[in-house]
């Protein structure tokens, strides 16, 4: 098919060199042909969903790790706190 695309090729000299009929390669580039925006689409629509959901991931990610941030800074504050306390208590 890319070969006849490309026009590397005649229809006859494809034809031949795969046995293939002549009608057959036409009708299978003309079906290409009119199909071939509706899989473009497709594949536009599909990578569009894997952005948004890598978008929405990511998010999700961010907001997780401000989160576990959060809480690190809070157990780091409360470490010190019990720290001091043992001190002062020694």
């Not at 026009?7 to 060199?17: F, G, H, N, Q, Y």
């Not at 003309?30 to 990511?58: G, T, W, Y």
Request: glycine fraction near 2%; aromatic fraction near 4%.
């Amino acid at each position: 098919m890319l070969e006849l695309l490309r026009e590397e090729s005649t229809l006859a000299e494809i034809a031949k060199k795969h046995d293939v009929a002549q009608q057959l390669i036409s009708r299978w580039k003309s079906e290409f042909l009119a199909n071939m925006p509706a899989v473009f689409n497709k594949r536009n629509e599909d990578i569009e969903k894997m952005k948004q959901d890598h978008e929405e991931e990511k998010e999700l990610l961010v907001k997780k790790i401000g989160e576990l941030t959060l809480d690190v800074d809070w157990l780091k504050k409360k470490d010190k706190q019990i720290i001091q306390m043992r001190v002062k208590k020694a």
